[in-house]
């Protein structure tokens, strides 16, 4: 009997049930996986944006950690939302040094325009010690903008070797050419723009960046290469934009990623 896949999801909840630890349950389970969760916030939000959160204790948090890993051997990681220097200390302290695929998706803005993480100790936890933890490290433009400090630059080679500079061993930078659908990558040596999929004008991209990074660590998991899994990544997030749910909410409508992964081709 083959060995199901784990992944553990670390963020927050998203009310709407289109993004966050909902999210990504979702993009595992559509792809044949299994997610563990640690919940490090709640929200309340819809798909015009976030009306008010609250923080999980930091001390809850490790447990949840903790009982998990105790009993379930993982095998990949996927960090989302993270609000404070505390939790992403904790998070870095646990995960370092473990064999499993780390993908850190540092959700700074959501797709509506809510801003996620805005304190300034939070932001340099993320530089200093998530960026040297994870596999890779999955911003949007504007997120790479901040999380290398450079609001000027546009240029993702650029933007990518400058959060390379600060830590992570790999970039992959999403969206860069909005109206191509094009993300870029960069492992530390070598840039490779990604174009695998069109762009869908649906309107349903709320959870799209969830989706792409749960997909992206489940299958690096699964023993695909960076590259490989980044092309792939790309091509289940888009179907999952092309399939979504335009029928729910009234403004950014939800992804469905079992829907868009369901209408690609197998393999």
Known sequence: MSSTIVCLSVGSSDSSGGAGIQGDVKACSAMGAYCATAVVGVTAQNTRGVTAR????????????????????????????????????????????????????????????SFFTADSQ????????????????????AEAQILADAADVSLPSALAELVSAR?????????????????????????????????????????????????LAVLLAQGHSLFSAAALAHQGAAAAVRYGAASVGTHDHPVDVCAGLAHLPEG
């Open 54 to 113: 609250w923080e999980v204790p930091v001390g809850m948090i490790a447990d949840q950690i903790t009982a998990v890993m105790d009993d379930i051997r993982i095998h990949a990681i996927k960090v989302g939302t993270v609000w404070s220097a505390e939790i992403m200390n904790l998070l870095a302290d646990r995960f370092a040094g473990l064999d499993v695929p780390i993908v850190f998706d540092p959700v700074l803005k959501t797709s509506s325009g």
């Open 122 to 141: 939070a932001l340099e936890a993320a530089r200093q010690r998530m960026l040297e933890v994870a596999t890779v490290v999955t911003p949007n433009l």
């Open 167 to 215: 830590g992570a061993r790999a970039v992959l930078i999403t969206d860069v050419v909005p109206a191509q659908s094009c993300d870029w990558l960069y492992d530390g040596k070598r840039h490779r723009p990604i174009i695998t999929a069109q762009r869908h004008g649906t309107g349903c991209e709320h959870g799209a960046g969830c989706a792409h990074s749960t997909i």
